[in-house]
Antibody
Framework: QITLKESGPTLVKPTQTLTLTCTFSGFSLTSTAVGVGWIRQPPGMPLEWLALIFWNDDKRYSPSLKSRLTITKDTSKNQVVLTMTSMGPVDTATYYC?????????????WGQGTLVTVSS | SYDLTQPPSVSVSPGQTASITCSGDKLGEKYAYWYQQKPGQSPVVVIYKDIKRPSGIPERFSGSNSGNTATLTISGTQAMDEADYYCQAWDRSTGVVFGGGTRLTVL
């Protein structure tokens, strides 16, 4: 059974760096054709993809946010970490991590519950 | 960058068929995915690889993808199907792309 859970601060100040951790179970990021992605959703707005890391450490970023994002993995801890610099009020959103089935092309087939991050002074 | 366009809203009467479209350049040459999101919940994939249904997704959900348009079809729509639906594709240069979402209202 695959589960994912996001953790991190619920409130960050403008200009600060956000660090979010996705802790997962039920799969390994050493397994071929597996990935973990981050997706966010501002209140009342659509989903926005942020970043994706694969089993082979290949990393992809949203072109519009690439300069602000870093995604890393710790396979020993079954964790994926996302950092986003220069946070502003427009970055207030629910941040989700998700299992990405690259090999089976099943898409984002398992999602965490999401964590709401508010950017405010 | 690659963009996917969805209608903001679709309405359907209970028991009728709802169709939600997703348009993108040569989308038919990529796999399309559809996610259902109900208020306060995480998205759930309802269609993957254009036409495949994950286990546990009712048979009334189906998909197609050809040319520049992917379509999610819900046959015999039920009140429980009222939700936001997002299409998604992978573009070689852009990466993961989500559509803007469609709110399905069952009235």
């Amino acid at each position: 059974q695959i589960t994912l859970k996001e953790s991190g601060p619920t409130l960050v100040k403008p200009t600060q760096t956000l660090t979010l951790t996705c802790t997962f179970s039920g799969f390994s990021l050493t397994s071929t054709a597996v990935g973990v992605g981050w997706i966010r959703q501002p209140p009342g707005m659509p989903l926005e993809w942020l970043a994706l890391i694969f089993w082979n450490d290949d990393k992809r970023y949203s072109p519009s946010l690439k300069s602000r994002l870093t995604i890393t993995k710790d396979t020993s801890k079954n964790q994926v970490v996302l950092t986003m610099t220069s946070m502003g009020p427009v970055d207030t959103a629910t941040y989700y991590c998700s299992h990405y089935d690259y090999g089976g092309n099943s898409g984002f087939d398992f999602w965490g519950q999401g964590t709401l991050v508010t950017v405010s002074s | 960058s690659y963009d996917l366009t969805q209608p903001p809203s679709v309405s359907v009467s209970p028991g009728q068929t709802a169709s939600i479209t997703c348009s993108g350049d040569k989308l038919g040459e990529k796999y399309a995915y559809w996610y259902q999101q109900k208020p306060g919940q995480s998205p759930v994939v309802v269609i993957y690889k254009d036409i495949k249904r994950p286990s546990g997704i009712p048979e009334r959900f189906s998909g197609s993808n050809s040319g520049n348009t992917a379509t999610l079809t819900i046959s015999g729509t039920q009140a429980m199907d009222e939700a936001d639906y997002y299409c998604q594709a992978w573009d070689r240069s852009t990466g993961v792309v989500f559509g803007g979402g469609t709110r399905l209202t069952v009235l």
